[in-house]
């Protein structure tokens, strides 16, 4: 016969210390300060992200839909430092950025066509 090493009421308080610790991480943590090199804290930033482009992928996509640059020159007039592949990748792949890009590209050509 196996010996058991933890008894019944034991494992009763063991599961409800469980059950409390889960309840507990379900909630949604509380924000704090984090520490920061040298002393201190960090206050976490309570700003949110604003539903537009931001200015440097808003004038990528005008560059590429109304100046009609390929990906990697049309970043360069953006103002990206350095921009590679990867960079254009990047931003031909955000939401954001294909739906400016067909916006402007629209209304480029509905004013071709009210020109004709």
Do not use: C
Request: charged share 35%; aromatic share 4%; glycine share 4%.
């Amino acid at each position: 016969m196996k010996r058991r090493f933890i008894d019944e009421t034991e494992l009763a308080e063991i599961d409800a210390d469980l059950e409390e610790l889960e309840a507990l991480m379900r909630k949604r943590p509380r924000r704090r300060d984090a520490p920061a090199v040298g002393g201190g804290t960090l206050k976490p930033s309570t700003r949110t992200r604003a539903p537009g482009l931001r200015p440097r992928p808003a004038a990528f996509a005008r560059a590429i839909a109304v100046s009609q640059l390929e990906p990697l020159a049309a970043a360069f007039r953006a103002g990206y430092r350095a921009p590679n592949r990867m960079t254009v990748w990047r931003l031909l792949r955000d939401a954001k950025v294909r739906a400016e890009i067909e916006r402007l590209s629209s209304e480029m050509r509905e004013a071709h066509n009210e020109q004709h």
